[in-house]
């Protein structure tokens, strides 16, 4: 299939009923399943009991973890090229962001939410899928013909203020458009959430975006500029995605800027999983992806019931095909269908929650830090493997830390000390004291994630954190 012939099934396929898109899916999957088995070491093996006519049931097929297809990284692969030296090499170089392995392959790393940091390649053929879902799923949808014009105007400015450094999916993304697109270099730009968020700020009111896009925990901060006058902005919507977007932070959000505020649900391992429409429904784009909300022992749940875990199969994506893989966020498929006239299914999300942290200065003042920064600032320091935050009073962090086997524990802590020092201290927040926690990190027990980022703190109303929980 190419391109333009794909171009067309996409735009069409939000119009067909369910049964035409569950055949879709299934012939999709049962390809992508027979060309794994072929070409890929890891499932010829994790297959090896299933007969080889494809005489089986889809929920025969054993999941994966992502430690797991991390543990058999080379064998994974369908590309004998395609080594872990060799792309440990290339997330190495941070110069190397947007660009693409053995000139082929974009790479989107992972924050570790599920335990394990991760590394995924992605292909022509699936980049091509993301692009294209997110003009006729995405974008379309949310500004309409009569404004497709307006990216070629004079002053048009698509801001994304993401976290920076390294090789994530967001920032990938970003420059890979700027890329494929030289057209649209001027156009889009990037701010780091790891400025001064006076800087953030400043950018922000010299780009004047148009489309601004960012997670949902700098929404609340970036509203309150919005409405004490600091930030002037006026964009024509609102991009979340990253994290779980609360109806309480969308409707501040959107009563500041004056404009919807748009919700997209995408990982590292299938980018634009799901886009909202205007009855505020996540659609799962379900000719290209197959969900599975699934219970503790990977069985599936009924619509309209929170499952433990979610099940991906990417349906584009060759190199390293991803085939009921668990996700880890606790999903719900709506029993309902949407009433906007799109067929696609709709999900309920509970991923990634995690939380802002405040400071308390000498003068009183609270200092407010977003967690992807700080996540950014521990996740780029070499030698971690894993980590969680947690701010147990006005002016102390708690770090549980778990370095790589190949680095020395030492070394790391105090890089990580004092990276988070210099990087707290540029947000105004200078003599916070950092310790160590004696255990390592470990999952929620509620989602089974590894929350990275949060406070156990209690607050008075009005004057953020005060003192640590009894």
């Known amino acids: 299939m190419n391109s333009v012939t794909r171009f067309w099934h996409i735009w069409r396929a939000i119009r067909q009923e369910p049964p035409e898109i569950e055949r879709l899916q299934r012939r999709r999957a049962a390809d992508l399943v027979a060309f794994a ?38 064998q994974w692969a369908t590309d004998p090229a395609v080594t ?22 974009a790479v989107f790393v992972t924050s570790g939410t ?28 949310w500004q309409g013909w009569a404004r497709i014009m307006d990216v070629l105007r004079p002053g048009f400015a698509e801001v994304f203020v993401v976290a920076s450094g390294d090789h994530y999916a967001g920032a990938t993304q970003f420059e890979r458009l700027r890329r494929r697109y030289p057209w649209m270099a001027r156009r889009l730009h990037s701010v780091s959430i790891l400025l001064p968020h006076t800087e953030v700020v400043s950018k922000l009111n010299l780009l004047q975006p148009t489309v601004l896009a960012t997670y949902p925990t700098a929404l609340p901060l970036l509203s309150r500029e919005q409405q004490d006058g600091r930030l002037h902005i006026h964009p024509q919507f609102i991009l979340s995605s990253g994290e779980w977007l609360m ?90 269908p949407c009433p906007c006239g799109n067929r696609m299914p709709t999900v309920r999300v509970e991923g990634r929650r995690d939380e802002v942290l405040a400071f308390r200065q000498d003068g009183g003042a609270l200092v407010q830090v ?71 990190p470990h999952r929620d027990p509620r989602t089974g994630k590894f929350r990275q980022v949060w406070q156990e703190m209690k607050s008075v109303a009005g004057s953020g954190p005060q003192a640590p929980a009894a």
Request: with cysteine; hydrophobic share 40%; glycine share 6%.
């Open 37 to 74: 088995r072929h070409f890929s070491p890891f499932y010829y093996r994790h297959y090896r009991h299933l007969p080889a006519s494809g005489d089986y049931a889809w929920h025969d097929l054993p999941p994966v973890t992502k430690s797991t297809l991390m543990d058999h990284y080379d």
């Open 84 to 105: 872990r030296a060799g792309v440990d090499a290339f997330v190495g170089d941070k110069t190397l962001v947007g660009q693409s392995f053995l000139d082929r392959y």
């Open 114 to 141: 599920t335990g394990t940091p991760g590394i995924f390649l992605h292909d022509a053929k699936a980049l091509s899928v993301y692009d294209q879902l997110w003009f006729l799923r995405g974008w379309l949808p």
């Open 247 to 336: 109806p309480a932070v969308r409707q501040e959000a959107a009563a500041a800027f004056g404009c919807a505020v748009r919700e997209m649900y995408s990982s590292s391992e299938f980018f634009y999983m799901a886009f909202a429409c205007d009855q505020r429904r996540l659609h799962v784009n379900a000719d290209w992806l197959l969900l599975e909300p699934v219970d503790g022992d990977y069985r599936p749940v009924p619509p309209g019931e929170l499952s433990h875990t979610t099940l991906i199969t990417n349906l584009a994506n060759r190199v390293q095909p991803i085939i009921r893989y668990d996700l880890g966020d606790r999903t719900a498929l709506d029993a309902e």
């Open 370 to 440: 977003l967690p992807m920064a700080l996540a950014t600032v521990v996740e780029t320091t070499p030698g971690v493997r894993r980590y969680q935050l947690i701010q147990v009073g006005p002016k102390t962090l708690r770090v549980r830390l778990e370095v790589r086997p190949d680095a020395e524990a030492p070394s790391v802590w105090r890089n990580v000390t004092a990276n988070l020092h210099s990087f707290l201290a540029s947000q105004g927040a200078s003599g916070v004291t950092i310790n160590q926690a004696e255990e390592r």
